[in-house]
């Protein structure tokens, strides 16, 4: 588990899901603007809590040197108290989701979901910052989408595909819905491939006839861009 018992626990996370942008403010106080169009991927910063007890958490210890900074790893927050990051707001259930399917038409920044449920025109498929991950990759919804009357409905992302829907494929909508296999395993929920960046150092504080783990800084991780 590892990395997933830090964000377990962790007293805060951090979260950029930026763009990469430039800013230029020219002699008279003019700004300009540019986006440099990269695969914007997710980063986290977790600040990991200072009162694990070290017999109890020697596995945790073991998973994270052996990951190290080389070996990707994966959060899944749908099974943690960070839950309210990734929650879905729309209006279908978790059987009306594994029903939809990822329409092979899904390109750039547009999500074309089909199979849907027969609801009212007016429900909502999506609200903005609902999150739909496809294979390895997730997305942020940038607009509430409604069922209206149509087969098909077009959900905006925060950015492009970063891999062709080559087939329909089911996807996986906040807590709802079972990932592709990573590393090895499936998921319940939005998880994300991350390699730690950066990995504190930690010291132990005695108690009686036990330690506490104190962290001397953040885990910061990546998200894994194939």
């Known amino acids: 588990m590892s990395l997933q018992t830090i964000l377990s626990v962790a007293e805060s996370v951090g979260i950029n899901d930026h763009k990469f942008a430039g800013q230029m403010l020219s002699r008279n106080m003019r700004i300009s603007t540019s986006e440099i169009l990269t695969v914007q991927p997710f980063g986290f910063t977790l600040k990991p809590m200072n009162y694990l007890l070290y017999s109890q958490n020697k596995a945790v210890l073991s998973a994270l040197r052996v990951a190290d900074r080389i070996t990707e790893q994966y959060l899944n927050f749908a099974s943690t108290g960070w ?107 939005i998880t994300f491939c991350v390699i730690v960046k950066d990995y504190p150092t930690y010291a132990l504080t005695p108690i009686t006839n036990d330690s506490f783990i104190a962290w001397d800084g953040s885990f910061t991780a990546m998200e894994v861009v194939l």
Request: aromatic share 8%; no cysteine.
């Open 83 to 189: 839950l309210n990051y990734i929650a879905y707001g729309g209006n279908l259930t978790s059987v009306q989701i594994a029903a939809t399917l990822v329409q092979t038409g899904s390109t750039g920044k547009i999500i074309i979901l089909g199979s849907l449920p027969a609801i009212t025109s007016t429900a909502y498929i999506v609200r903005a910052g609902d999150f739909i991950q496809i294979g390895r990759y997730a997305y942020i919804a940038t607009a509430d989408v409604q069922r209206g009357g149509t087969s098909t409905v077009s959900i905006p992302i925060h950015r492009p595909l970063l891999a062709a829907v080559t087939a329909p494929t089911t996807p996986v909508i906040g807590q709802y819905g079972t990932t592709a296999a990573l590393g090895g395993n499936t998921y319940t929920g």
